[in-house]
């Protein structure tokens, strides 16, 4: 009966480990960039694989002069939700000039 009771328990903790959500991975380190007339504005350890539309950019104003601190391959997009064909990737530690304008972002 003890045996049982400790199978039940190993199964029961097994399938509570397996079903625990994995933490986010983020691309640790910082996103820097400007808007507007030049206003800084930036992202904290942005989560990787996931699309993140700049705060500040608007379809008349985009975000421009990225500079990538974190540790994880950056890819801006002209277009919000990482959408259409101008794009341009930056390794961690790039900085970019005023003229690379953007508005949504995704790190490897």
Do not use: W
Request: aromatic share 10%.
């Amino acid at each position: 009966m003890r045996l049982r009771q400790a199978a039940v328990t190993t199964v029961g903790v097994l399938a509570l480990l397996l079903s625990a959500p994995t933490p986010a991975s983020a691309a640790t380190g910082d996103f820097l960039y400007k808007v507007g007339p030049g206003i800084p504005a930036g992202l904290a350890d942005p989560r990787s694989g996931e699309c993140i539309n700049v705060f500040g950019a608007t379809q008349a104003d985009p975000a421009f002069a990225p500079e990538n601190f974190t540790r994880s391959t950056a890819t801006v997009f002209l277009d919000f939700e990482c959408d259409g064909d101008v794009f341009y990737t930056m390794n961690p530690g790039k900085k970019l000039g005023n003229r690379l304008h953007f508005r949504s972002v995704l790190f490897s």
